[in-house]
């Protein structure tokens, strides 16, 4: 594991960025994993700046993100299918038909995980895109989830609901389940990177480093991944025991 520590915020997009612009440029046709959430919003602006630019393009980039919620329509403001065209697709030169986000068309659940599934197992990432929870969470594979899940249906644990009812009029409006990638998915990535800002997240960070491998701690398990890069600020990696030795690895 490489882990980056950053002055602040701005500087963990630009370097999470760049290590984004620089596999697209050599690899025009990458299959690249995203994550939604507060965290990624600087990493998506400084790779809009990069295609105004003219230094990267998304025509022949596929996206598959980790989640969506289940029990809102894609349309509401709300669903990540919305985020990801407000905070990225829409200001790039994405296909339509490259963008892949699991589908929460509650008429066909029982399908969508195995129709996920399918699309990941025939197009390795060459970069996934984390976030973490505060309780641990990658994805929304939250505290217990199985290890060895790939594509399933979960039910929002109450952190999580709280932590996101910040976007929702109030907590009662967040949904109460989603479709995920599982770990496994997440772990056949060639390459993660994980994101992190703040000193809400210094307690699980360390966590996930340093502690056990455990599904009380979903990320924790990332320290098998070969190639995982953590890009995170001061204040994120205020509680990392041994960070310089870490570091050393
Ligand atoms: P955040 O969410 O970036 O909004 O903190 C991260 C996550 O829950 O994975």
Same mark, same amino acid.
């Given at each position: ?40 919003? %600087? ?59 699991? =589908? ?17 197992? %025939? ?11 505060? =309780? ?20 929002? =644990? ?5 932590? =996101?009812?910040?976007?929702? %009029?109030?907590?009662?409006? *967040? ?6 990638? %599982? ?33 009380? *701690? ?32």
């Amino acid at each position: 594991m490489k882990i980056i520590v950053c002055k602040d915020y701005d500087e963990l997009s630009q370097k999470a960025a760049a290590i984004v612009i620089k596999e697209m440029i050599v690899n025009p046709k990458m299959n690249l994993g995203l994550a939604t959430g507060s965290t990624p919003l %600087g990493l998506y602006k400084n790779l809009i700046d990069a295609y105004e630019k003219e230094l990267i393009s998304f025509k022949e980039v596929s996206t598959f993100n980790l989640d969506e919620y289940v029990g809102i329509d894609r349309t509401h403001p709300q669903s990540y299918y919305s985020f990801m065209y407000e905070n990225l697709f829409k200001y790039v030169d994405i296909k339509e038909e490259n963008i892949h986000i699991p =589908n929460n068309d509650i008429s066909r659940l029982n399908e969508l995980p195995a129709e996920y599934d399918k699309k990941l197992l %025939g197009n390795q990432r060459d970069i996934q895109i984390l976030g973490i929870g505060k =309780n641990g969470h990658i994805g929304f594979n939250e505290p217990g989830a199985s290890l060895s899940n790939e594509t399933f249906i979960t039910k929002l =644990n109450e952190q999580t609901r709280i932590d =996101n009812s910040r976007f929702f %009029g109030s907590l009662e409006e *967040v949904p109460k389940y989603a479709i995920t990638m %599982g770990i496994k998915n997440i772990m056949y990535a060639k390459k993660i990177i994980m994101i992190a800002s703040g000193k809400r997240k210094a307690k699980v960070i360390n966590e996930a480093v340093n502690g056990p491998i455990t599904t009380a *701690v979903p990320a924790s398990i990332l320290q098998l991944h070969p190639d995982l890069t953590l890009i995170i600020d001061k204040d994120a990696a205020s509680e990392i025991k041994n960070l310089d030795f870490l570091q050393q690895l």
